[in-house]
């Protein structure tokens, strides 16, 4: 047992954000949202979705929930259409947008699923990273005048203009890989034969490009895999999940340069690995570079790449250089430069193979890398478990022992697994990062965001994840989950939690932006309370922020000496339900979470709302409390179900700001959530647009979870449960 953690003063929410306010530009607008004035960094709440959502909820999930670079636009969904929306799809997709024209700002919401009949397939592929360009993919109505009746066609949909061009017809499903940062080019996966030559039965990567579609996953000969060609990562050592790639939600976001001139695939049948750049044909990267014995070739693993496809990195256990000693069941991690075409293997000090196990992620220069691997690689490291290593190109020695995840017996499916999970959702829902993946790192790879359930630093806690940060230049780990006051966690920290009724596949590979590109916030939720003005039992999403950063003053109340930062809470902490993360902008000044609080007063009602916390924002539309209805004797008594969150509470969280004028108490009806066995309906009903194969397993997924929902119900339990995508 660890000793608990030094704390720093008391943890109520009272801290640098209110010795900071008299330097916010938006003073006035924060002391309109009493809550705001509790927030760091000068935020301040602006309401994102629209306040008339039909009665329904504005969702989020890791994968189907994406924010542009620029903080201006997120994607989310609902499970009905709200008012004057296009499209009457199972799961309804929109994209947000910030207009910054007229007075002020403000928010307009635009269905991304046009009209379309009931019994239609209608739905959105993919979303472009700035949120300008849309894949959707559908039978009826016909789009474009190239469109093919009775079939299902592919779409690129203009998000500004609200246009469509034809790609090509189904009627085999669509995964979205990536697109150019300028969407002039476009990258996704089906098993359909869009060309002449594909392959049959097996998927194609396929590039939209100037109104054309080409084949570009072809081996060097110009014929396409047998196999099938998957973007990224592909083929048979992924161990029976074959094939791959966006077809099986892999991340595929670095699998396309920025720039959209390399692309990374990989050969199902063989797993070996290509980069294709344009005008010249696909050179296999993992081709050996031995001088002496050329190795038995074997299945490679694509794991990542630089945003600009200089570099990539990849695990075989195939001895591809000269000091390799990779072997079977121990693959050593490679970097190949796709400038020079050289090969390194990071790995080389192992005596018979690293057994890399995973990388969690790498710097945007390539110059630093983060990975679990089985082997003894540095000093303090544990053979047989998942010992997590820094690479850094110009250390010596190369790698360096961050920490071993596992105290026990290695287990390939240990729980630290997730932070090099490959799949937007391949583990289990209620894990560290919603079943993806638990791990980030800044942009210059000096701070890498990890999940674990052994306890780090000291720290005491042992049977729940917590997230930790390691610091590259001062070779520390500090835990910013953790509670303050050294109380061992009740229920696990998350970065991504999600829905919690039904929800789409997840469409976009992606990783959220938990850890902002400097490395100096961390976004995350939990049921645990960790500042006092958390009262109500729920998740709720907090801000750690690095000391000096942001308003993070190390003497203020908030600061955390052990984890070095601020702890700041970005939902109310006083609703009656949860609050989930979204996404963030990269720069960390956009911080989109769901929750049922009424965080301004155009909010009316208890439905889900999306809410951007943002630095510097407020719109004073939004703030201005609507105009009270006029009504006559015991009308204007009705119940009020939950106080506006606008409103100050009670809370001695907030006596040292003053007296906070109330806004008038608004009235609405009561929202009739749907049942547990509607639930199950809805979801087997979602079942039916998939294939025969898919539909099978997708109603076997619904029904075990939901199955024991119903029946909790039935016994007078009602119990929510948010399916396995």
Known sequence: MFAAAAVSGSFSMSSSASAFAAECVN??????????????????????????????????????????????????????????????????????????????????????????????????????????????????????ADAVPGVTNYYERSIPTNSYSFLAQGPAEAFFVGASENDSRVFFETEQPLVEGAAVGVPNLYEAHSGQVRNIGLLPNGAPPVGGAVAGAGGPALEGEQPGGATRHLYTEHAVSRDGSRIFFSDVGTGQIYVLR???????????????????????????????????????????????????????????????????????????????????????????????????????????????????????????????????????????????????NGGEPGGPAGGGKSSRVSSDGTTLLFSSQVPQTGYNNGEQYEFYLFDAITRKTVCVSCNPAGLVAIDPARLTHGSSVSSPAARNAILTRNLSQPGDQVFFETDEALVSQDGNDQADVYEWERGGAGTCDPGAIAFVASSGGCLYLLSSGQSSDSSYFGDASPDGANVYLFTRDRLVATDRDNNRDVYDARIGGGIQAQNNPPAVPSCIAESCRMPQTEPPAFASPPSAALADEGNLALPPVLTHPPVHRPTSAQILHKALKACHRLAKRKRAQCQVRARRNYRRSVNSARAGHPRERRPNP
Do not use: M
């Open 278 to 424: 344009a005008g010249t044909p696909a050179l296999e990267i993992t081709a050996t570079q031995r001088n002496s014995a050329q190795p038995e070739e074997r299945p490679a693993y694509w794991r990542d790449a630089t945003p600009d496809g200089r570099y990539a990195f990849f695990t075989s256990a195939a001895e591809l250089t000269d000091d390799s000693k990779a072997s079977d069941g121990h693959p050593d991690l490679y970097r190949y430069d796709t400038d020079t075409g050289a090969l390194r293997d990071l790995t080389h000090a192992s005596i018979e193979g690293a057994n890399v196990l995973g990388v969690l992620g790498t710097s945007a220069d390539g110059s630093y890398v983060y990975f679990a691997a089985g082997a003894a690689l540095a000093s303090g490291a544990a053979e047989n478990q998942p010992n997590l290593y820094i690479w850094h190109e110009s250390a010596v020695p190369d790698v360096g022992l961050v920490t071993v995840l596992a105290e026990t017996p290695f287990l390939a499916e240990s729980s630290d697994s997730a932070n090099w999970s490959d799949r937007v």
């Open 27 to 144: 003073n006035d607008l924060r002391d309109q949202q009493a809550i705001a004035r509790k927030l760091p960094d000068c935020r301040a709440y602006e309401q994102v979705s629209p306040s008339d959502k039909n009665a329904t909820d504005a969702l989020g999930y890791p994968g189907a929930t994406q924010a542009s670079e620029s903080g201006s636009s997120l994607t989310y969904f609902s499970t009905s259409p709200f008012p004057g929306s296009e499209g009457a799809a199972e799961f309804p997709t929109y994209v947000a947008t910030r207009h910054e024209t007229g007075p002020e700002p403000a928010w307009s919401n635009q269905g991304l699923i046009p009209p379309s009949s009931p019994s239609s397939t209608t739905s959105v592929a993919g979303v472009s990273q700035d949120l300008a360009l849309a894949i959707v993919v559908g039978q009826e109505p016909l789009l474009t």
